[in-house]
């Protein structure tokens, strides 16, 4: 919750001091973290980091998502035809 809190202050800060468009950029670069927070806690989405492709037992979707991209974010959805999707 301190967090939280801590964020959306940062984010006000900022905001005070820019244009609308950086204001904007902020505030959606807020919400994506908050957003990914929240989706990394999910079921599904521990179930997908923490497995592993065949041919590499040893190394996880995690890890190789991590080596690979800068900042991986992880999101869980239903699809319309309620399959569980991350």
């Known amino acids: 919750m301190k967090l939280l809190c801590l964020l959306f202050t940062l984010a006000a800060l900022f905001c ?3 244009s609308s468009s950086v204001a904007d950029s902020i ?3 807020v919400e994506d973290t908050l ?3 929240q989706h990394a806690k999910n079921r599904y989405v521990q179930m997908v980091k923490n497995g592993h492709p ?3 037992p040893n190394r ?3 890890q190789a998502f991590s080596n690979f991209f800068a900042q991986p974010q992880w999101k869980y959805f239903k699809s319309d035809d ?3 999707v991350v």
Do not use: F, P, R
């Open 82 to 84: 309620q399959q569980n």
């Open 60 to 62: 996880t979707y995690e």
């Open 35 to 37: 957003s990914n927070t």
């Open 54 to 56: 065949n041919e590499y």
């Open 27 to 29: 505030g959606k670069d």
């Open 16 to 18: 005070a001091g820019c």
